[in-house]
């Protein structure tokens, strides 16, 4: 029997800035299937941006230069499908959107061996009816993203929840929402992160620049609280950002600009190994989140990207970060959270160091690759019977 055939529908672009849970996820199932990995469908209403307008036009262009035609890197045995779905979805564009997405899918359709539907995206357009075996993994409460419609999300989970062999949640918060939509035996996987190639920089003679401390991920204000970053500048903490302002909605450059008028450090969107030498210079890494509707659901990856070059960890009350001694600190926004990370920024013990390498270890990409293989090799033993 031909081996299976694994679609992953994404809710992101294979070459958007920061590669996110769906990126890494697909990466670790091609080790063993052959992977389709399809794009954003546009689940999030366009806005009168600069922003919005360049990514419509890089997608209407996407197909001209061939399909896969991708700068991130890939497996060979993963293929990128660009569906070219209106970003509207209601009566009126949904035959057409079902028509474009089943069209851009057409190999997976067509293939004569197992299938098997890793969605992201609860909108599927009947993708399910197609699949041996369906997985939803939901890593963001995506109806509290601002320009989703709520309803939209909240049924169409309803409707999966009678169909998926298998359900995945990134936080509690998460799996207490999709119990709630009618999904049972919920799995709760944290984000983990991409470990490997900060590991592969601590032998680099890359040394800590005292009092610094590092953000790195999208820069924007439905998520990030710059004033709470202000605060930490204004106490002399020497800041650094890294990572695209805006990606996803909103427009934050105002507010970057600010910090770094008064003395932060904007690096723009770093390549990983950059990254990895700015988070080795580092002693703090932040979690500067607002505690909103959307956030309470987040696992940031990022906790263990920070502990993987030996950063203490300093984050607001995100459900999913959990504080641990002298490695992960938690305080609401404020002074509390300023005195934290001043006295985090002090050089951490031999102890500490070796405690928060070995806790990224444990929650990186290499170990959960194998959970998510072992997912779907049971889902569709399951299917078979």
């Known amino acids: 029997m031909n081996r299976a055939a694994v679609l992953v529908l994404g809710t992101a672009d294979w070459d958007q800035p920061i590669a996110t849970n769906q990126h890494y996820v697909a990466r670790e199932i091609a080790v063993e299937y052959d992977v389709v990995f399809s794009e954003s ?7 009168i941006a600069m922003r919005d307008i360049r990514r419509i036009w890089k997608r209407l262009r996407k197909p001209r230069a061939g399909v896969g035609a991708t700068r991130r890197a890939r497996p060979s045995s993963l293929s990128v499908v660009v569906p070219m779905t209106v970003p509207v979805h209601t ?9 474009m997405l089943h069209r851009a899918v057409g190999g997976w359709l067509s293939y004569d061996g197992p299938k098997v539907l890793w969605a992201y995206s609860p909108l599927t357009y009947g993708l399910e009816d197609h699949a041996d075996a369906v997985i939803y993994h939901c890593v963001d409460l995506l109806g509290e993203v601002p320009g989703i419609p709520n309803v939209l ?6 409707r999966l929840a009678a169909r998926a062999d298998a359900v995945v949640a990134s936080s509690g918060v998460v799996r207490t929402h999709l119990e709630n939509v009618g999904f049972t035996d919920v799995l709760l996987w944290g984000n983990v992160a991409d470990t490997e190639p900060i590991f592969a920089r601590a032998d680099s003679g890359i040394e800590r620049v ?3 401390a590092v953000f790195a991920g999208n820069l924007t204000t439905s998520k990030v609280d710059f004033d709470l970053l202000r605060s930490l500048v204004d106490a002399g903490v020497d800041l650094h950002l890294a ?6 909605g909103g427009d934050a450059h105002a507010a970057v600009a600010t910090l770094t008028g008064l003395g932060a450090t904007y690096h723009g969107h770093l390549d990983y190994e950059s990254l990895a030498d700015l988070y080795w210079t580092s002693s703090v890494g932040l979690i500067p989140y607002r505690i909103n509707d959307y956030t309470r659901g987040v696992s940031p990856l990022k906790t ?6 030996g950063m203490a960890v ?3 009350p995100v459900p999913s970060v959990t504080a641990r001694d002298g490695v992960v600190f938690v305080h609401p926004a404020g002074a509390a959270f300023v005195d934290a990370v001043q006295q985090a920024l002090a050089v951490p013990s031999a102890d500490d160091l070796e405690t928060r390498v070995e806790i990224a270890r444990q929650n990186s990409w290499s170990v959960r690759g194998v959970a998510v293989r072992q997912l779907i090799d049971h889902a569709l033993a399951a299917t078979r019977g």
């Open 41 to 47: 469908m546009g689940l999030r209403r366009p806005e």
């Open 91 to 99: 009566v009126a564009t949904r035959a057409f959107n079902r028509a």
């Open 153 to 158: 999300i909240e049924s169409e989970e309803r």
């Open 210 to 212: 005292p009092g610094r």
């Open 243 to 248: 990572g695209p302002i805006g990606e996803g």
């Open 304 to 309: 263990f990207e920070y502990l993987a070059a």
């Open 314 to 316: 300093v984050s607001t």
